[in-house]
């Protein structure tokens, strides 16, 4: 007996959910998305701020995007995410559309409905498209998973409470806890 086809979807189909439906691509795959709660957006307002203005103070080219942000990771019509952070430090990724392969930094922020999608999905999706630090920041558990791919991968856990090092800036720490 064959096996039935999957279907596939493509980025086109993305552009045409209804306004206001939210949705990521992951290899062919839709998964709609939750609205995000207010301490979800509180952390992405506080985080966002706080990157900028590092950058800023220190005249850097790096620039900070919140969802709603497209990133097509494998620059492909199959994958299209949208990070609650983006830091691309390459400025050749970026066009009118979002940014076309992988940001250098990357923060989930989870909810209870994204918990297998940013802990299982996206850490392997951003891991093999090149993001180069991947955080998971966990507000029901007030734990900050720092992940540094690259030559020299290493997985760190945190508290909200702990001054944590960010990866491509070795000069800048945070600490969630003043965010909520």
């Known amino acids: 007996m064959p096996v039935a086809e999957k279907y596939s979807h493509t980025t086109e189909e993305i552009y045409a959910l209804p306004e206001g439906k939210r949705a990521e691509l992951i290899d062919g795959q839709i998964y709609d998305m939750a609205p995000p709660g207010r301490i979800h957006q509180e952390l992405v307002q506080q985080l966002s701020r706080t990157i900028g203005n590092y950058i800023a103070d220190h005249k850097g080219t790096c620039k900070v995007y919140p969802a709603p942000f497209a990133v097509f990771l494998n620059q492909d019509d199959k994958t299209y995410v949208e990070p609650d952070i983006s830091v691309i430090c390459d400025n050749g990724k970026l066009d009118d559309r979002g ?33 180069r630090e991947y955080w998971i920041v966990n507000p029901m558990k007030r734990t900050v998973l720092v992940y540094l791919f690259g030559e020299n991968e290493d997985s760190t856990q945190y508290l909200f409470e702990d001054e944590i090092p960010v990866g491509i800036y070795p000069d800048f720490t945070m600490r969630i806890s003043e965010f909520v």
């Open 99 to 131: 940014c076309n392969g992988a940001p250098d930094w990357v923060i989930e922020i989870v909810s209870q409905s994204s918990q297998r999608m940013d802990y299982l999905t996206k850490l392997f999706k951003y891991r093999t498209a090149g993001v």
